[in-house]
């Protein structure tokens, strides 16, 4: 990329590993331009696939585990003020909560993209997600109708 002078947007993706991961991955045409820093659980499939990318390690598991929660809020509360990203990116699980409260808060747009594989309810991150998002993108036209106001992208996977 030639160099402008301008600065790059910076993305700041929230995902957990694996499959949530695996979706951001996805939109690489989108995001390669761009600065970006990844949290993510330290998790072999993470590290491998973001080899060389800024990454900060988020505490797992985030399902109904209260004290990681609260590990993650603090991790959001440190990082979205120091990096104040043009947006935050995510599409869950439970890690994204914390960040998209903190970048509401700060008024930093965010983007949920819904995952691929629930399309006949909705997911308890997407649900909690949903009063923080400044975009909502679901991947298929049945998930449209569990979020009002979302916008369809088609599948990434």
Known sequence: MEDTGT?????????????????????????????RTWVTFDKPDARSRLEGETVTWAFHPTTRNLGNLVRNMGLAVRLVPRLRPDVVVSSGAGVAVPFFVIAWILRIPT?????????DSRTLTGRLCRPFTTRFLVQWPEQQALYRGSELIGPLL
């Open 7 to 35: 600065p790059r947007p910076h993305v700041l993706f929230v995902a957990s590993a694996g499959g949530h991961l695996a979706h951001l991955l996805w939109l690489r045409p989108w995001w390669e331009d761009k600065a």
């Open 111 to 119: 983007v949920y993209v819904e995952v691929f594989d629930r399309i």
